[in-house]
């Protein structure tokens, strides 16, 4: 049978933090073998917002070298950069001239982010949905993984495809949503009633995966709890419960051996264990990446092979597109 193939956008954008790796990441590593993923790193997305050219080149890089630290392997996924690609935005023209604007102005992301910076409402900003629609389709993927943020515009992905395929012919596939298995929800460690994430910028809110042993265990030595003394797994102790989570994640043993483990042990121990925890954890992560990045252009070779691998695909994808439209 044939792999389902599986299409992931990633923007470049900030560090990838411990709730990125437990709740996306590493999933994508686990579906290798299930999987055609195809990783792109979506750094023309990135530049609907304002970017330092250099430091956007610099964290594109940075991402893809994370990938591939954290288990991406080239023999059984695909990754490459969105701009290295162009019939991305190629054939998001031939969407947009096929699009209401009445449509668009329902996309709740775009207002969201208007109103967060009325300065730069950029034409890109507002188009962003369509381009995500071709990122998607030009690959004919069968699932599109999407969080609550991004349903609204893997429908319109969908709505896109259904309607180009009934007015002109049948040209795309119409891509399923895939709910990320659940499992891993990793809380902010300052403020564990929010996710952990990439905007909240308190110093000790999240964990990156870069981050020296140092760090990780002043991060954790300094992350919120309560004034009770029981270690126990309950919902309703939300700083306490997160970090027996991550505990739990990583060590893979189960609720009540860890709640006997630390019973009796105080909020000091049972922070340092997590913490060393984590740091062993993350410790190959970092020193892969490390490697990776002191060898002088491998990871731009590594994605220029990616970009050669996908796109045969998206050029036969928009070839086809262009004859229905009548473009050539
Ligand atoms: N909009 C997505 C996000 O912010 C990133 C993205 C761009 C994407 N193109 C995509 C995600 C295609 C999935 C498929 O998370």
């Not at 395929?165 to 949503?177: L, M, Q, V």
């Not at 264990?273 to 984590?278: F, I, L, N, S, Y």
């Not at 954890?281 to 491998?298: F, M, N, T, W």
Request: charged share 30%; glycine share 6%.
């Amino acid at each position: 049978m044939e792999k389902k193939r599986v299409f992931s956008g990633i923007q470049p954008t900030g560090q990838i933090h411990l709730g990125n790796y437990l709740g996306a990441v590493k999933n994508w590593v686990d579906s290798q073998d299930e999987y055609e993923n195809i990783f792109c790193v979506v750094n023309s997305h990135a530049i609907t917002t304002t970017q330092n050219p250099k430091e956007l080149r610099e964290k594109t890089y940075e991402l893809a070298g994370m990938l591939l630290a954290c288990g991406i392997d080239m023999k059984k996924s695909n990754l490459f950069i969105q701009s290295e690609i162009d019939e991305h935005p190629a054939l998001a023209w031939v969407f947009d001239c096929n699009i209401s604007m009445g449509e668009m102005s329902r996309m709740t992301q775009f207002k969201d982010k208007s109103l967060k910076n009325p300065k730069n409402v950029n034409v890109g900003l507002f188009n962003y949905p369509v381009l995500m629609a071709a990122d998607i389709l030009l690959y004919q993927a069968d699932g599109v993984p999407v969080g609550e943020d991004q349903k609204q515009h893997l429908e319109l992905a969908r709505n896109i495809a259904q309607r180009f395929n009934r007015d002109f012919g049948e040209c795309f596939k119409i891509p399923e949503p895939m709910i990320p298995k659940i499992g891993a929800r990793v809380m902010g460690l300052d403020e564990p009633a929010n996710k952990m994430s990439k905007s909240f910028n308190g110093a000790n809110h999240a964990i990156f995966l870069l981050d020296t042993p140092d760090e990780i265990m002043r991060k954790f030595k300094k992350a919120t709890t309560d004034s009770q003394n029981s270690i126990v797994f309950d919902q309703k102790r939300a700083g306490l419960y997160n970090l027996l989570n991550i505990y739990e994640i990583f060590t893979h043993k189960d609720r009540r051996k860890i709640e006997d483990e630390f019973e009796g042990k105080g909020y000091g121990v049972f922070k340092t264990m997590v913490a060393e925890v984590v740091i062993e954890a993350l410790r190959p992560i970092r020193e892969k990446y490390e490697k990776l990045r002191s060898q002088k252009g491998y990871i731009e070779e590594v994605l220029n092979e990616g970009a050669n691998k996908v796109r045969p695909i998206a050029k036969a994808t928009y070839k086809k597109a262009k004859e229905f439209v009548g473009l050539v």
